[in-house]
């Protein structure tokens, strides 16, 4: 094979990988839809290739470059490898040793700079990019959220639309489109990690340490992310979804977390005496509702019933999921740190009923 | 005459009773039989380690898979991790030294033979209590179960506030006891080569794999001893309340993070060093060509050691250091590239021009080059910061690093166990089931965890027990799960090969390979002396002066 | 393969290179240094990295009494000079000085470990400063307590070789092994120096 040809072949085979890696990775990345109606409320998309973020898509740009400089190192290496096995095989009529050859400054020389060339390169390129993604001073004009990871789910505090006071929710972050969202990351417990793919590369969150990371959405939709640090029994079901909305949109919802959970009417017996039960039971020990309860080590439940999920993305949430739930959450997400309270079919009736209440 | 004659030596050991056999294998200090006993428990813990993973694949060949609970996966990777690096390739590779080096160069026995027994009798002690965790240790439930902390059991995880009961102390006291193992045998491997070396063995003619094993030494001596110390302040903080990661007292679990880095990446290279020793000299040997670019391979090899004690916090770029420091990490990952791809162009510039026979020793050889070229460019990948931020700690590392140690590594200890098996124990091994084997590896090896790097890409973290359905994931982790398959055919395979020619494959004679090392100059197996009379070499390829005296390598040394 | 080709053949141009081959003992004592020293790196780095950082209880400038452990200093620093001069003593075979300076060196070592428990009783007893009381306390006794650790395997050593001495089994033949061991406690030393300064010079 002359090296004319081999040249060839291998733009060739180059332009292949990267043809069938850009259609693996990048077509239909508008197409995948997250419809929350459907069992399969955690599937989606999470190709990094697929950036709805400015971050992340700085990676992506660098993703590329650093691809194609491999896939090319990748292909003349294995090809030259290639040509050495069938071109200096032992062959039938051989006989007797090859000339041996010690060495040859030249090319010990030139397969020592040629890297040096490349990864400087490479080097120049990655600090470049370093410093547009890893920002050190919150973006101007960015919603500030503070994150807590939890074994095994995540707590958000963002600021009232006043600034007075702060929303809790939890496992569900809504942002507004195209405004900087910037994250401050506590741990309670262990080491998580945060990673919402299509926004931005992942930051660990880390106890006793603050890291911050942040993303702007560009257009509106559910992206999904997940722990991606070993955090121990449950690290698979801490599931994350950012559900990026318009401003008038999120700003709606903010003052629909602002306020207190309606009152109980009069003729809501079963929802007042499960209220009672939350408050006789371990449960108010635990999850916090607004006027009612200030248990810290689970999620705020002042409004449940405005998420999607349940046990940070391990069921849609529904009556019967809630149900099933607060019946036994072993059965849901075995490990997890709420414990099945063995509650007989009318308190369990009676605490569903007033969860279902916390809108 | 030195040629052992079977006929006579078999019904020799067959006359002693199994006691007393197993005795004096216990009892032993001479190298031959600590190495081989060390590569034999290697085997066994790699075939455990297997199963392992087989286990894992099968819970994720489907999505939401219920093979096994999320607490048992978390052993399983825990304990395949910990088993594969520290029971499997550790006490292979410093086996295969243990065993080789005292041969290849020229002496009767390692520098310290009662150290080097102790050593090994310390790593079999060790993984003994790693491996009775699974009947004896009480767990995050008060079961018995193994520790589930992960390989690199970062803190505050392994705290007793979240790893309650002592299923993480066996890891512990399990990996410390055999680390130190592991160190007696790296002091006895660095004394061995600088002290015991035949007349006329200069440094620089020393075959290869014994500059990879003093650097190896080296390192173990200087990484090992940091796990050890980072261990002794978890034990601290387990048992007396000290707060050296207690994050609820002002402890900082990063300081975990750079300790176990400082001894983890330095530990990878103790890992492919001597698999890169094995090419050295199986490429040479089955290509009939010297090595392209001896004193070139030796500084590489010394650059690779003195980097990789500068690159541990490429493994926490997502933890939050500043720009600067993430630059700097990134900057010396980069230059470890450098050293690490002379090694590849040589070998590759070894073969071409040769008159390459591509045996099993030979295939497996290639086969490194082809997949750890791979590893390590996606290994580059992963250096780029930002990049590493969405591929790190996903599947797509997964990946990679089982390119770079199972391609890289496991490959080479194969071709080392097919080339010198025929030394250790006077037999060939079959080439025919070599070959079958090698086929069956490649591709399963291949299927396995080429898919891994997509689901990386597609956003899928490293150990998680279960993963959503509809996320794009389930084709590619069906295809690794069947590639586990292929790989435990090999596997079988291989013992099936072993047990073959143990009990009748071909006599090898000194030097079925035409080998030109030291090794091949004495019978097969050896005496217990190793050499009748002292050796006396003027190169490094002995047997090429003897068999070509009218153009030996001395008069080339200069090239060297 | 040809049954002539075995090691005893094997003469080819005798080597006019001159090999660089260390004694045994060195290289590998050397080694155990290098790996030891690997181990208190790692709980030097975790006391440096600690300083200042504990939030309550006792201070390093409020409880460390420094005129004891410079006592203490002084007398495990002597003991490297006083076992060299049981090693000059061994090589000249004059085995009442080698019993004589080894007794001394031990008695010295004796004394660091007395001062040291001395040193630790009072910050226990008068300060109630322990492992777990905050991460001076952790980082403190961790450190200081592995060098003693060190201090007491190395007296079990030179004790060993004193009782050997003194029933007659340690001869001239001998003195390049308790060279060894010699060297082992002037490690001993010097990681005192470097402890020293971590904890009582920089850390204080």
């Not at chain 1, 200096?88 to 090859?98: I, L, S, V, W």
């Not at chain 1, 700003?251 to 602002?258: G, I, P, T």
């Not at chain 3, 060279?179 to 010079?201: E, P």
């Amino acid at each position: 094979m002359s090296t004319r040809t081999l040249f060839c072949f291998s733009i060739l085979v180059i332009a292949c990988i990267l043809e069938c890696a850009q259609c693996t990775f990048d077509v239909g990345s508008d197409t995948v839809v997250c419809a929350p109606e459907t069992a399969a409320i955690n599937a989606g998309d999470l190709n990094i290739f697929h950036p709805a973020s400015p971050p992340a898509r700085e990676i992506r740009e660098l993703a590329w470059l650093v691809l194609g400089i491999c896939a090319v190192i990748f292909v003349i290496v294995e090809g030259v490898l290639v040509w050495a096995i069938i071109r200096y095989r032992k062959r039938m009529a051989d006989a007797g040793e090859p000339v041996q050859v010690f060495g040859s400054n030249p090319i010990e020389l030139a397969w020592t700079v040629i890297p040096t060339i490349i990864v400087f390169v490479l080097a120049l390129a990655t600090l470049r990019t370093i410093r547009e993604v890893q920002l050190t001073e919150p973006p101007e004009g960015s919603l500030h959220v503070d994150v807590i990871g939890h074994q095994w789910w995540w707590e958000f505090r963002l600021p009232t639309l006043n600034g007075e006071g702060t929303i809790i929710t939890a496992n569900e972050l809504i942002v507004p489109v195209g405004r900087p969202i910037w994250l401050s990351l506590h741990s309670a417990d262990v080491i998580h990690s945060w990673w919402v793919p299509r926004m931005n590369g992942k930051t660990d969150v880390i106890p006793n340490h603050i890291n911050h990371t942040w993303f702007q959405a560009d257009m509106p939709g559910i992206f999904l992310g997940q722990c991606a640090e070993y955090c121990g029994t449950q690290h698979a079901n801490m599931l994350i979804r950012v559900h990026a909305v318009p401003t008038a949109e999120f700003e709606a919802w903010c003052v629909a977390q602002s306020l207190p959970p309606s009152l109980l009417t009069e003729s809501e017996t079963t929802a007042h005496s499960g209220r009672d039960l939350f408050l006789e039971l371990a449960c108010m020990n635990c999850h916090a509702i607004d006027g009612v309860s200030n248990g810290a080590f689970g999620p705020n439940l002042t409004h449940l019933m405005s998420r999607t999920t349940i046990g940070a993305g391990a069921a849609i949430l529904n009556p019967q999921t809630l149900r099933a739930w607060v019946d036994d959450p072993q059965n849901l997400k075995v490990g997890c740190n709420m414990p099945s309270l063995k509650l007989d079919p009318n308190q369990l009736d009676s605490i569903v009923a007033y969860l279902l209440t916390l809108k | 005459m030195t040629t052992v004659d079977q006929t006579t030596a078999v019904p020799d050991e067959v006359r002693r009773t199994f006691g007393a056999r197993v005795h004096a294998w216990v009892v032993s200090v001479d190298h031959k039989r600590l190495g081989m006993m060390y590569v034999g428990f290697g085997l066994c813990f790699f075939i455990v380690g297997g199963i392992e993973a087989a286990l894992m694949r099968a819970q994720l060949a489907q999505a939401a898979g219920k093979i096994v609970d999320p607490a048992t996966f978390n052993q399983l990777f825990t304990m395949h991790g910990t088993t594969m690096v520290f029971l499997v390739g550790m006490p292979i590779l410093l086996g295969m030294g243990n065993y080789l080096i005292p041969l290849m160069v020229g002496a009767r026995d390692m520098a310290f033979p009662r150290l080097n027994a102790f050593g090994l009798w310390l790593f079999v002690f060790g993984a003994g209590l790693l491996y009775y965790s699974y009947i004896g240790a009480q767990g995050l439930y008060g079961t018995s179960a193994a520790p589930d902390v992960g390989w690199f059991a970062y803190a505050p995880l392994t705290s007793k506030t979240f790893s309650p009961g002592n299923s993480t102390d066996y890891w512990i006291l399990g990996i410390m006891v055999s680390g130190f193992g592991s160190i007696t045998t790296a002091i006895n491997l660095v004394a061995t080569i600088l002290v015991m070396r035949c007349p006329g063995m200069t440094l620089m003619r020393m075959p290869l794999l014994c500059w990879m094993m003093l650097i190896v030494g080296m390192l173990v001596i200087l990484a090992i001893p940091v796990l050890t110390g980072a261990q002794a302040m978890l034990l601290l903080d387990r048992f007396l309340g000290a707060h050296f990661f207690d994050t609820q007292n002002g402890g900082s679990a990063l300081l975990w993070q750079h300790l176990f880095w400082f001894f983890g990446h330095p530990e990878v290279y103790i890992l492919v060093l001597p698999a890169f020793g094995f090419l050295n000299e199986v490429i040479p040997v089955f290509s009939r060509k010297v090595i392209f670019g001896y004193s070139l391979m030796v500084a590489a090899t010394v650059a690779i050691a003195f980097i990789s004690v500068s690159v541990w916090a490429h493994h926490m770029f997502s933890v939050g250091m500043s720009p600067e420091i993430n630059s700097f990490f990134a900057a010396t990952t980069f230059l470890i590239a450098i050293p690490t791809g002379i090694k590849i162009f040589t070998w590759m510039g070894t073969m071409i021009g040769g008159k390459i026979r591509f045996e099993t020793p030979m295939l497996c050889a290639t086969a490194f080059i082809g997949l750890f070229t791979f590893g390590g460019l996606t290994g580059i990948m992963l250096a780029v910061v930002p990049f590493d931020w969405q591929l790190g700690d996903s599947y797509f590392v997964v990946g990679h690093f089982h390119y770079v140690l199972f391609g890289g590594t496991v490959f080479g200890i194969f071709s080392g166990i097919f080339y010198w098996f025929p030394k250790a124990t006077g037999r060939l091994l079959s080439e025919t089931l070599g070959k079958w084997f090698f086929w069956f590896l490649l591709v399963g090896f291949n299927l396995t965890f080429f898919p891994m790097h997509i689901s990386g890409i597609l956003g899928m973290p490293r150990r998680i027990y279960m993963y959503q359905p509809d996320r794009g994931l389930e084709i590619w982790n069906l295809l690794s799960s069947i590639g586990v398959i292929f790989q435990g055919v090999a596997v079988a395979l291989f013992v099936w090969n072993v047990i073959r020619s143990l009990r009748n494959g071909k006599p090898a004679g000194n030097n079925p390979w035409n080998a030109w090392t030291l090794e091949w100059a004495t019978s097969s197996p050896p005496p217990d002396w190793n050499f009748d009379q002292v050796p006396t070499v003027g190169s490094a390829r002995p047997l090429w002066d003897q068999q070509n005296p009218q153009d030996p390598d001395s008069r080339h040394e200069e090239h060297l | 393969m040809n049954a002539s080709m075995n090691a005893g053949a094997i003469h080819a141009r005798q080597s006019t290179v001159r090999q660089w081959q260390p004694s045994r003992g060195k290289v590998g004592m050397v080694c155990l240094i290098a790996a030891e020293s690997c181990i208190f790196l790692t709980f030097v780095v975790a006391y440096l990295f600690y300083i200042g950082k504990s939030a309550t209880g006792p201070q390093p400038k409020d409880v460390i009494e420094m005129p004891l452990v410079i006592v203490n200093t002084i007398a495990l620093l002597s003991s490297s000079f006083t076992v060299v001069m049981a090693v000059k003593a061994l090589e000249r075979k004059a085995s009442r000085a080698f019993l004589g300076w080894l007794g001394v060196t031990i008695a010295l070592g004796l004394w660091f470990i007395g001062g040291t428990a001395w040193e630790w009783k009072g910050l226990m007893e008068e300060d109630g400063l322990y492992l777990g009381t905050n991460l001076f306390g952790t980082t403190f006794y961790s450190l200081v307590g592995l060098h003693l650790l060190h201090v007491v395997v190395g007296l079990t050593m030179l004790g060993l070789v004193l009782i050997l001495g003194a029933l007659g089994f340690v001869r001239g033949k001998h003195a390049h092994a308790f060279d060894m061991l010699s060297w082992y406690w002037h490690f001993v030393d010097a990681v005192w120096i470097v402890v020293f300064t971590t904890v009582y010079v920089i850390g204080r």
